[in-house]
């Protein structure tokens, strides 16, 4: 059975080619397509059952109409994955939305990502979208110039060189420090990653809350801090990048090893916050009268566990909306639908969702 085109559409719409392909990529060009017209050709193409030669597109535009979407050595994509899955979400729906498909590559390895990178030719993707959790080696450098469209997500590369979309870790620090305070903490802990090369946000939230603590005359207390940099050991336990089990026993440590209890933590995420609640449970203390929790990224746990976890939201969907936006804009900077003005890096800022467990009421 010969494919349907454009003309056999026109045709049984009583239209031009040129209406129905304005129509039918959503185009927002100089051709004005009344809201009848449109419903028409819409049914028509449904019961033709005409589908898009993408080929065809994309040699008439001579672009692919793929972006490339690569993950840094340590992140995997997988089922579960909610941190990557939702930022992947973003990204995805700004694609659909403007008739881009995405190429996924990832490695665990260092040199595995470097064979999925060089995959990522230019006659193969328009652009390169790579999420990352540390500034990426130089040693990829000249893979990633070769793809003259790149944008980053959580860190920048080569300086100002290619536009990012970052998240606000002091902000999200202070937000989580001043609520604490507010609530009547007086005593507060961190528990950070205890990896042997821990993340780039997380090194940094660690280092701001240090910071924030001090601006505001609090007491820093080594003994209610726990990450990689203050137990020479913890780096080659098992559970060591397992951000649970890190609450869990970096909860434990400092309890049964401080000369006097936090009232309040701070996790680098919400799981090492769910793993602190655990420990507490177990150990009979009760959460937040004993110790306030507060972790970071709103993960969908927070509200069915008991009590309910304050977080920091980390606004991951539209981290990967404003990804994909950035670099269809500088893709398309001679279409229409695009305002050409330079791409620059965003910063997206957090925001406070207190729930129980720093004191807060559940509201039904």
């Known amino acids: ?62 672009r692919t109409m793929t972006l490339g979407l690569a993950f840094a050595p340590g992140i995997t994509v ?23 498909d995405i190429l996924l590559v990832q490695g665990n390895q260092s040199d595995s990502v470097e064979s999925a990178l060089l995959r990522l030719a230019p006659d193969r993707v328009d652009g390169l979208i790579m999420i990352l959790r540390n500034q990426l080696n130089e040693h990829y450098m000249d893979i990633v110039e070769d793809l003259k469209h790149v944008v980053s997500i959580g860190h920048t590369i ?31 802990g961190f528990l950070g990653e205890c990896r042997s090369q821990p993340h780039g946000d997380n090194l940094a939230r660690r280092n701001a809350f240090r910071q924030i603590l001090t601006d505001r005359q609090m007491t820093v207390n080594d003994q209610w801090i726990h990450c990689r940099d203050m137990r020479a050991d913890v780096c ?15 909860t434990r440590y400092i309890f049964e090893h401080a000369d006097t209890k936090p009232d309040a933590l701070v996790g ?4 090492a916050i769910a793993g602190a609640l655990r420990y507490l449970t177990e150990a009979g203390f009760k959460c937040p009268q004993d110790c306030m929790l507060i972790g970071v990224d709103d993960s969908e746990f927070c509200t069915t566990s008991t009590p309910t976890l304050s977080t920091i939201s980390q606004p991951l969907e539209a981290m990967g909306q404003q990804a994909a936006t950035m670099l269809l804009q500088m893709i398309e900077q001679d279409a229409q639908n695009f305002e050409a003005r330079p791409v620059t890096t965003q910063v997206l800022e957090p925001k406070l969702i207190a729930r129980e467990s720093t004191g807060v009421e559940r509201v039904m």
Not at 158 to 173: E, K, W
């Open 78 to 100: 997988k089922a579960g994955a909610l941190f990557q899955m939702r930022m992947i979400q973003g990204i995805e729906s700004v694609c659909h939305e403007h008739g881009y």
């Open 236 to 250: 080659s336990q098992p559970w060591a990048g397992d951000a649970f089990r890190e609450g869990y026993f970096g």
């Open 158 to 188: 080569d300086g100002d060189t290619y536009p990012a979309v970052l998240y606000d870790n002091d902000g999200a620090m202070m937000l989580a420090i001043d609520h604490l305070i507010a609530q009547q903490a007086s005593r507060i």
């Open 1 to 62: 059975m010969p494919r349907v085109t454009l003309k056999d559409v026109a045709q049984q719409a009583g239209c031009s080619p040129g209406v129905v392909s304005a129509v039918l990529n959503k185009s927002k060009g100089n051709i004005g397509v009344a809201q009848a017209t449109r419903e028409r050709v819409l049914e028509v193409a449904k019961v033709l059952k005409y589908r898009p030669n993408h080929a065809a597109r994309a040699l008439a535009r001579r």
């Open 268 to 271: 680098y995420n919400d799981l």
